[in-house]
């Protein structure tokens, strides 16, 4: 099946992005370490211990503080102790499922007594310092007890994914597992460096059932981030129920790149990622690319076709083809209506219209069309988010404007125009931060037309001075995409996401003060151990010490 989804036209290569893409990736092998021959293994450095360590975790915390010697151990009768109402009660409810399968502990979760804080793990809504801000927290580990404080749920939330990276690795398993629980012990204080850390899942090229996107959720989490945006449409399907306009799920959502059955979300289904990602802290970024990357819709309703005739569905992987039409009073129909039904399914304060490779959509008719599609996206009360292409300068700017780069350049006219007129921008450099590049020449999975990114390529880059003209106050965060030509399973994903997620998950929340390619290495190391227990196969970059795996004999030095 792979096979044939590569054997339409290579993704985005046409000529001189073709001679740029070469130009790029020779100056990637250059500048990272040498790559490694297709499937080999190499741990360059020593070896990682396993026991969780205070400055292991990923994103580095603003401030880590070791209490040398002192250990905190989970005991069997150990509570989970919360102060705050409901904020405090449901993390502490998510720590439990999170503990209950590999310690076997009841952990139970209690109010917390007035006072020295109680034996155990207390999870505190009250009394962390202003400067964590309304997403960061302390967590403060001595040998009696684990005490997390934050501002709000979202600060407990993200204190947890550090309690967790703090545990043993085997704290993940799903199974029960031999103690001793131990955590280092010491002070944390932590809290964003951008306010937006981004995943996206494109679910239109090949579709990605809800548990799948669940279970993204769940691990983009574990790195603090808290945006998923879903590229719900696209040439190649249409992924969300329009009640207005029915066939779009139905004819529309029934294919996928290289032929496949394809699929759709209900309401109820977009729902549940929806609730389950809020638990997670996440929020939820629906995207209905237009005008371009339209085929799915066009084929399913002829009268969004400037000559009336619906295109046949499409399979194949070119970009650029095709266009709603923009000089009719129906697409406008069309796109408000779409738009008012993901409005109403979405909590999250934005919606993103796409807006990248329009090609076939005239300039003139392209700058029209974004120019009435944006008043709808406020008009629904949400703020517009798309790619950086919707900057052009004879575009409207609308308030909250969110533009999401994803060139190859560090300076950008589109980019540079939108931020002079207020616009926030959110950092997805293709050849940076797109998940579904390849490692090196032999990666068995995704594409090249932005460079290969290795590790270190992901890491090594400053969202906040990256792109001329952009001043970091203008910068909003950090999005890693995982585009799906070649992505099939959740094997895939995961794959292609690990280790580079963490990385660019870094680069988001971390100061830019902690930013070390060689100790992040190790630290990157040094969570090998916890996928394995979450049960993630991911790539054994050369450029990292990875433990060896378990069972294994140890590298040589
Ligand atoms: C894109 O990769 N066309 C946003």
Redesign the pocket.
């Known amino acids: 099946m792979r096979v044939s989804a590569l054997s339409g036209p290579s993704r985005?290569l046409r000529p001189v992005r073709a001679a740029v893409v070469a130009l790029m990736a020779a100056s990637a092998c250059l500048g990272g370490a040498p790559l490694a021959a297709a499937g080999t293994e190499r741990s360059p450095g020593k070896p990682r211990p396993l026991a969780a360590s205070m400055s292991d975790v990923i994103p580095a915390p603003v401030s880590v503080r070791p209490d040398a010697g002192v250990t905190f151990t989970l005991r069997p009768s150990a509570r989970i102790h919360t102060r705050g109402g409901q904020a405090a009660t449901a993390v502490a409810t998510y720590l439990t499922g999170l503990l209950r399968p590999s310690t076997g502990y009841a952990l139970p979760v209690q109010a917390a007594p007035r006072g020295a804080p109680a034996p155990g793990i207390s999870l505190l809504l009250d009394a962390a310092e202003p400067a964590v801000g309304d997403q960061g927290y302390r967590l403060d580990v001595t040998g009696a007890a684990v005490v997390l404080r934050a501002r709000t749920g979202t600060g407990l939330f993200n204190g947890v994914q550090t309690l967790r990276q703090l545990l043993p690795a085997r704290a993940e398993s799903a199974t029960v597992q031999p103690g001793p629980w131990t955590v280092p012990g010491g002070r944390i204080v932590d809290h964003p460096r951008f306010a937006y850390r981004g995943a996206m899942l494109d679910v239109a090229r090949h579709f990605h059932p809800v548990e799948t996107v669940k279970r993204y959720i769940d691990r983009i989490a574990l790195y603090k981030i808290n945006h998923l945006h879903l590229h719900l449409s696209d040439d190649q399907g249409w992924r969300i129920v329009v009640d207005g306009w029915p066939r779009l799920a139905t004819y529309g959502g029934s294919t996928q790149v290289g032929g496949g059955p394809g699929g759709h979300y209900t309401k109820a289904q977009y729902q549940d990622i929806v609730a389950h990602a809020a638990r997670r802290h996440v929020t939820i970024v629906p995207e209905i690319d237009m005008p371009g990357?339209t085929n799915a819709a066009l084929a399913s309703y002829a009268e969004l076709n400037c000559d009336g005739v619906a295109p046949p569905l499409y399979t194949g992987t070119a970009?650029g083809f095709s266009s709603l039409c923009a000089t009719k009073e129906i697409t406008y129909r069309f796109v408000a209506e779409v738009l008012d039904e993901l409005a109403a399914l979405t909590p999250g304060p934005y919606l993103h219209i796409?807006g990248?490779?329009a090609s076939a959509t005239p300039h003139d008719q392209y700058a029209a069309f974004m120019n009435r599609v944006q008043p709808m996206v406020t008009a629904e009360g949400k703020a517009v988010m798309g790619?950086h292409q919707i900057g052009a300068a004879d575009v409207a700017h609308s308030p909250g404007r969110v533009v999401?780069y994803?060139g190859l350049t560090a300076s950008d006219p589109l980019v540079t125009s939108a931020v002079s007129r207020g616009a926030k921008v959110v950092m997805?450099p293709?050849n940076k931060a797109?998940l579904d590049m390849k490692y090196n020449p032999q990666t068995r999975l995704g594409l090249d037309w932005a460079g290969l990114i290795e590790v270190r390529t992901a890491y090594d880059w400053d969202p906040g001075t990256y792109l001329a003209g952009v001043p970091a106050a203008s910068v909003l965060g950090v999005e890693a995409?995982m585009?799906t030509e070649t992505i099939v399973t959740e094997d895939d994903i995961e794959y292609m996401a690990f280790p580079r997620l963490p990385a660019i998950a870094e680069l988001g929340w971390s100061p830019r003060s902690t930013h070390d390619w060689e100790a992040f290495r190790l630290r990157l190391a040094a969570q090998a151990p916890r996928w394995t227990a979450m049960g993630i196969g991911f790539y054994r970059s050369p450029q990292i010490p990875w433990p060896a795996p378990a069972g294994s004999v140890a590298a040589r030095p």
């Open positions: 985005r990357h970009v796409g990248d490779e790619w999401q994803w997805s293709a797109y995409p585009w």
